[in-house]
């Protein structure tokens, strides 16, 4: 497929899209990097036509695309397809599971070709969950069932948006492999916004600042770009202007060591073990960093202290100075954690406005039941300046992008200042600038003990100064699943 955009122009919540002029020749990849804004998202309405009725209106000419012969991944169609199958589960009331929502049955239902998606189980590392409902899949997990949905269209034209985000090391690198190979009959346009993330086979780059198209380049040459070092500094006075609203409204909880401690934790699904044998004890004033493959349970266990994990009370737990189970209100445990995760992203499902999100963190609520005060209403305005959404306040969170829905929970997890934040790979869907913003502001809400981090993350840039304790899962070679080891560093 040969594209061109000619002065282009094409707004959405978060940035505008410009582009003077940039020809896609037939058989070309291109990767895409953008800093600001989500490229991915704009770029992959334009090209797919997606949304028909509510097409993405565009001034300018875009010639040469075939909307049928493209597909997209991006996170925004992961939650679309989690949340259709949420919606329609009726498992309970058929008494069996469906099968068109298992792994086998989502890819299947693209193709119709048991050969070409048994194929695509095997190559994308999925065949040990062929059976698995998507919808209990881990975040890297699903990833990858998205992609492998795409290609079981057979389109010839790919967009993938951020498709490394939430792989681990070992899949980031098994997926770079597959996607050379792929790239010598798919054209494909990989959205980026991480320096590491841009594949090495990919030979044209377009380099977007600030949703206009700067410049094209060999990837030879974007490796050296300058641009990169510049916007570093920019975020870094964001994060310092952040970090002054939260000491501002600086408040200090205590609770006896240890705050949080699992005695032989182990969690299981009918024939499955994720882990077992793990101890672990959390005190006052040390940040954690859980670390281990995709599936192997760190969201999981993330879950047992938040309490939305069902196997919680079969756990032997104290939190807070309390034994899980033992008549504790799980209100009053979740007034001193503040948590984001994909999990959370999908839950939060309600229609209330950007303001509200962050607003709603003050009553650990999905959406807010209650009047604010007017100090938690200005708060709450401080962050969204901070974040440059103070336009959107009143914007339904629904019709934000992804990567601003992001940004709000994030907010809205650190709004109350809880003595536990828990950050479950907390910067999917963030653009280049928004995660920096997060990264630092991160850094020093550790550093000076604001909150206690339990942090998740698959990046090695991603890798927080202050955290210097870690907890790993490894393959349980005796007993299957996981174990953990704790480290420090
Ligand atoms: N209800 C369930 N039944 C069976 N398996 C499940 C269920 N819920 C979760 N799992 C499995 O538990 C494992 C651990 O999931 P978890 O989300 O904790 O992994 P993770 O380490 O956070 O992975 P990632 O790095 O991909 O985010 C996964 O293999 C997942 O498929």
Redesign the pocket.
């Known amino acids: 497929m040969e594209i061109r955009f000619t002065q282009l122009q094409c707004r959405s919540s978060s940035v505008t899209m410009n582009i003077e002029d940039w020809l896609i020749e037939s058989q070309q990849s291109w990767g895409v990097f953008s800093t600001e804004g989500d490229l991915g998202a704009i770029l992959g309405q334009l090209l797919t036509r997606q949304t028909q009725d509510n097409a993405l209106a565009y001034s300018g000419m875009l010639s040469g695309v075939d909307y049928s012969q493209v597909a997209l991944v991006s996170l925004h169609e992961q939650q679309l397809l989690l949340e259709q199958i949420l919606e329609q589960d009726d498992s309970e009331a058929l008494g069996y599971i469906d099968p068109n929502t298992s792994v086998y049955g989502v890819i299947f239902t693209q193709c119709d070709d048991h050969a070409l998606t048994k194929r695509l189980l095997e190559q994308l590392d999925l065949t040990r969950?062929s059976d698995?409902q998507f919808t209990?899949?881990?975040?890297?997990?699903s990833r990858r069932v998205m992609l492998a949905r795409a290609v079981a269209t057979q389109v010839p034209f790919l967009v993938l948006d951020e498709p490394y985000a939430?792989l681990?090391v070992g899949h980031r690198q098994a997926l770079s492999q597959y996607l050379q190979l792929l790239s010598q009959t798919v054209q494909m346009l990989v959205v980026v916004s991480r320096e590491e993330d841009m594949p090495d086979w990919i030979e044209h780059v377009a380099m977007f600042n600030h949703g206009a198209l700067d410049s094209i380049m060999a990837k030879t040459e974007w490796d050296n770009h300058p641009l990169i070092s510049q916007l570093t500094a920019q975020s870094g006075q964001q994060s310092e202007d952040m970090l002054a609203l939260i000491r501002r409204h600086r408040h200090k909880p205590l609770f006896a060591n240890p705050v949080f401690q699992l005695h032989n934790g182990r969690v299981a699904?009918s024939d499955?073990v994720?882990f077992s044998g793990v101890n672990w004890r959390i005190d006052n004033g040390v940040h954690w960093q859980v670390k281990?493959?995709?599936?192997?349970?760190?969201?999981?266990l993330l879950g047992l202290i938040f309490g939305d994990h069902p196997q919680c009370y079969s756990n032997d737990i104290d939190i807070f100075g309390k034994k899980r189970g033992s008549g504790e209100s799980i209100w009053e445990i979740k007034k001193h954690i503040g948590m984001v995760s994909s999990a959370l992203h999908l839950q939060y499902r309600v229609n209330c406005s950007a303001l509200d999100v962050i607003v709603s963190g003050f009553y650990d609520s999905i959406g807010l039941y209650q009047q604010p005060t007017a100090q938690q209403l200005a708060i709450a305005s401080e962050w969204l300046a901070i974040l440059h959404m103070d336009q959107l306040s009143k914007t339904a969170f629904r019709q934000l992008e992804y990567g601003q829905q992001r940004l709000l929970l994030i907010a809205r997890a650190i709004v109350k200042q809880p003595t536990l934040l828990i950050l479950d790979?907390p910067y999917q869907g963030l653009d280049y600038l928004g995660r920096r913003l997060i990264k630092n502001a991160l850094e020093l809400i550790a550093k000076e003990h604001l909150s206690q981090l339990l942090y998740v993350s698959?990046y090695q840039e991603d890798s927080l100064d202050s955290i210097q304790h870690f907890i790993e899962f490894v393959v349980n070679e005796h007993q299957g699943g996981y174990l953990a080891v704790v480290t420090e560093s």
């Open positions: 969950l698995s209990q899949l881990s975040t890297g997990e939430g681990d699904y499955k994720i281990g493959p995709n599936g192997c349970g760190k969201s999981t790979e698959h």
